[in-house]
């Protein structure tokens, strides 16, 4: 993973308003060094209402952050009440958009083709997607994973260019991991991201997926990041619960020390 910089972005989930997401913003940024940002990227991930503020902070300070949002509508404009555009967030000058994220899969019903509707819409405007794949417990437990999983990215990246493909991350995020507290071992981790990066190679070509960043997400705090980023195949990690405390981010950003 060494050619790969290594990303560390927290999805914020429905937490936070607009002033609340400049403090923690601010206090992120105060708590990271220039050398510590060389080394990792970090991107935090808000609510769509507290995007405006998040831009004016880190483009008006010259932040070292990247900062995008958890989901798009996979329609450019229209009769979409509620929905947000590609276009919208890339007019922010969001780099990431989280796509096909498991709480979207279970509580908004996305399947497979919206998400590769999705995921081609974030194409279409710039944006990089933040594609996530994971199984469930039933799953993990008929050790269907590795299928489960390949299958999931298969169907995301159909019409997907090998040119589109290579500016997106993936984030293997098993949900029985996903804000339970029950992290993947560092093993489990390492087998899905490099199924996933296998996958890769197979459906466009080895420099393509050597060159693709695959996070792990599940559960992962300061006390468990520095194991699994020692994985060949994690190039990083998709942060939900800690990524809303600024100390605890901070410390999992700084992992190589
Ligand atoms: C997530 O929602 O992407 C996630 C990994 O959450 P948590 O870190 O809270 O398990």
């Known amino acids: 993973s060494f050619e790969r910089r290594p990303l560390i972005a927290g999805n914020w989930k429905m937490n936070l308003n607009h ?36 831009q004016t902070l880190i483009q ?8 995008g949002a958890q989901d798009l509508s996979p329609y450019d404009s229209g009769a ?38 999705k995921v081609r819409a974030a194409f279409k405007h710039g944006l990089t997607p933040i594609l996530c794949v994971g199984e469930g417990l039933s799953v993990r437990e008929e050790a269907a994973h590795v299928p489960h999983c390949t299958a999931q990215l298969d169907a ?29 071992t560092p093993e489990d981790a390492q087998e899905v991201c490099g199924e996933i990066r296998k996958a890769l190679a197979a459906k466009y070509s080895e420099e393509i997926a050597n060159g693709i960043r695959v996070l792990y997400g599940g559960s992962v705090k300061a006390k468990n990041v520095a ?28 992992f190589p020390e």
């Open 80 to 117: 979409y009440t509620g929905d947000v555009s590609g276009a919208m967030l890339a007019k922010l000058d969001c780099t990431y958009v989280i796509v096909g994220h498991s709480e979207r899969r279970e509580y908004h019903h996305e399947d497979d083709s919206v998400v590769n509707a």
């Open 60 to 67: 008006g300070d010259k932040l070292n952050l990247a900062y």
């Open 19 to 54: 002033l609340e997401a400049i403090s923690l913003t601010q206090k992120i940024a105060i708590s990271l060094t220039e050398e510590q940002l060389a080394l990792v990227e970090a991107a935090v991930i808000p609510p769509f209402t507290d995007l405006r503020s998040v």
């Open 156 to 184: 995301a990246l159909a019409k997907v260019t090998a040119e589109q493909v290579a500016n997106i991350v993936i984030a293997y995020e098993p949900v029985w991991a996903i804000g339970t507290g029950k992290v993947a």
């Open 227 to 254: 194991a699994i980023m020692a994985q060949p195949d994690v190039d990083g990690a998709l942060v939900g619960g800690a990524s809303i405390d600024a100390d605890e981010f901070a410390t999992i950003v700084r």
